[in-house]
């Protein structure tokens, strides 16, 4: 029975802080390219992987009560991606399929069939969108705008890490509802990606504004009716000074605040009150029941051009950990992608 | 024409840091009990007038874009009273009729028919009850914990300020629906209430608790489905460590932070991320459509004893600062009501 090398990016202890490349470990095991006699399992062999925030909260140490999809020291990072399936024990699937779902920082993974989330069905669009817009990224955006932010034609909406793997489909799925969209991020190239490439309203360099407040109100004299959050701390603290009456605040993340030990105070809750704003929480996971519909939306946009995609692609799994790493000092350029191997 | 006496409670100036009776004035002004011809104003004789929380925000000096609710120094403060109508120059209401809605805080009172919200018809209740129970605290309760809150049969629900005008309603609506109730207050006495008087499933005093988070954890090992926010700041913090997936928070008040000049900064929000929590600001204003539902709710339960309530009674405008400035210390037992007249 054929075995080969399989090479891994593993946790090598959990991190506290900003992580380092160095906080994991790239390895050579072997596996065999078979599914066990009897096992309902799937054979994958992966071929993008992607990078995204939360997977920082998973290198913590865990308290309190156990998350199941936390990373433990010694084993291999795991994360959504795109995969072809070599063989399967499992009736859904059969060799040859292409996939998406939950699988490992590595060539070859064997896998329970419930880890894997969609059949990939149109392949006429890059297969690496699949680990974004067309992947948890962008079913993402889109839940949290329309479900989760209730958004409405014409309304004022304001998005941070804006050129992010979500932050770039935000803009562009509000201005498809005619929707006034700014958008703040941390470098100038990314701040012009927004208004040359994304057709966002207005852009701003958080960086260069040392009044946040100021820059919302220079943006919003009016206010903001929809807040896509994706990073915390001061901007949310200057952001709730700014809510219209009845806005609404999707917390998909807090990118600043995670590689914190102590978390940044927000000060300015009480303007939730004043304004009723109504603040929630959410994942990708409690919408992904609204992909079929979410295809039927999004890929005729994909193919007219009306929608586009920026991603950062970073070849082969040793460039694994500084991928990951760049995330959160904002080297990346739009949705950043792990190619693992192209088919 | 007769010109009487009104006794009226003046804003002195706009207040800094915890209010002080001395930030109000008692003055003698008179005026003509009679409607103007051709006016539509209704002339009120004021009863009962509500204290309230809130109350604090509308004496800071205002900044940004006026609220039109904010006291000016030298007028009298305004809120939410039962009165008697003595004339109306509008068809909807006649001498005699009681009301409540939003009045002045004087003896008498010519004001918009606009301004009254709401006809009194049930009189077998005390009256003092419109500025409370079956008031606007009452209607807040129920729809901040049915509508806001989404509350289910048999949930976990945490209240803070659980002996005030809201949270003692807060704690007895969802003993009704099967739920776990604990809440907190900040003196022995107000404790026992919880359990003794409302029927609450245990109380602690959060002045005693070094650890906010280990008190909840003791009271909620499974953690908090609906947490009823009244206070703000480190009980916030400390909830948000025990929310459990799909939590909601709906927000009253924050009344720990309204005399503060620097609102203590809320470091455990990214938690909302975790568990897809709902945080949301509200008001009676946005809900009292409810009302004649929430009457028909509520009305029977009080009459069958089943919805008690509380209330601390303070006579005469003369004491009304002392009432007022008396939320911000907790020196209130229950619903605090200042009575101008008994009818």
């Known amino acids: ?22 906080d994991m470990n790239i390895v050579e095991s072997t596996i065999k390219l078979k599914v066990p006699d009897g096992s309902s399992d799937v054979l994958l062999k992966n071929l993008y992987l992607s990078c995204d925030p939360y997977m920082r909260n998973l290198m913590n140490k865990p308290e309190g ?11 291999p990072l795991t994360g959504y991606g795109v995969s072809k399936v070599l063989e399967s024990g499992h009736p859904d699937f059969k060799e040859g399929d292409l996939v998406w779902g939950f699988t490992k920082w590595e060539e070859y993974s064997l896998l329970p069939a419930a880890q ?34 209730s958004l409405k034609k014409g309304e004022k909406v304001f998005v941070s890490a804006a050129s992010g793997a979500v932050g770039q489909l935000v803009g562009q799925f509000a201005r498809l509802n005619d929707c006034y969209v700014v958008g703040s991020a941390g470098t ?95 994942n990708f996971l409690d919408f992904y029941h609204l992909y079929p519909k979410f295809l039927e939306f999004l890929l005729p946009k994909i193919r007219e051009g009306k929608v586009v995609y920026v991603e950062d692609i970073a070849e082969d799994l040793d460039n694994g ?16 992608v792990l190619v693992v191997a192209h088919e």
Not at 65 to 75: D, H, K, V
Not at 122 to 127: Q, R
Not at 210 to 224: Q, T
Not at 326 to 332: A, D, K, P, V
């Open 116 to 149: 894997i989330l969609f059949k990939i069905e149109h392949t006429d669009v890059p297969l690496t969108y699949y680990t974004g817009i067309l992947g948890m990224p962008g079913v993402t955006a889109y839940a949290g705008l329309f479900e989760v932010g």
């Open 65 to 75: 009560p156990p998350n199941p999809r936390s990373y433990t020291p010694g084993s």
């Open 188 to 282: 100038k190239e990314k701040v012009d990606l927004l208004k040359n490439k994304f057709g966002f309203d207005g852009s701003f360099n958080y960086k260069e504004e040392p009044d946040l407040d100021a820059a919302l109100k220079r943006h919003f004299p009016e206010g903001i009716d929809v807040y896509f959050e994706n990073v915390g701390g001061k901007t949310l603290d200057a952001v709730l000074l700014n809510m219209r009456v009845h806005g609404r605040i999707p917390v998909c993340g807090m990118i600043s605040q995670y590689n914190l030990t102590q978390h940044e105070g927000v000060t300015n809750l009480a303007h939730i009150i004043y304004k009723r704003v109504r603040l929630q929480g959410f």
């Open 1 to 22: 029975m054929e075995h080969v090398k399989n090479k891994q990016v593993l946790l090598r202890d959990y991190v506290t802080g900003f992580p380092k490349d160095s």
């Open 321 to 336: 950990p500084k991928a990951l790493v760049g995330l959160f000092s904002g080297r990346n350029v739009g949705k950043q």
